[in-house]
């Protein structure tokens, strides 16, 4: 899927899924007012069994990866998206953060994805 604004020149064409191995795709319920969530953001669920961002350094259900998010999601208006629960993702273009503050996902993220079935390549 590709994200243009139009009017403005951009074009955003930053693949999230890798075509190498199918992925299994299903629609997530996110938690809402989390602001803008971008694509390749790697998702935890809460203690109610909503999407949030995955946080390494947490104590709670959050330190757990359950998937990557397909497309930006405002939770502000939708709390629905496409989250990546089996196959191959593009490793360069995962996430770690929130709304606000993102980096490239660490190796260690990567080797917690595999362990569920979510292979960065």
Known sequence: ???????????????IIDRTHPCVVVAGAFAAAQGILPKGLIVALDGTDTYVPYNPDATDTTKDPKGVL?????TAETIVAGVVRHGTVVAENLLVGDATTTAAASAADISALADITIYAI
């Open 1 to 15: 899927m590709f994200k243009a604004n139009l009017g403005t020149n951009t074009f955003d064409d930053k693949p």
């Open 70 to 74: 397909t497309e930006e999601v405002d």
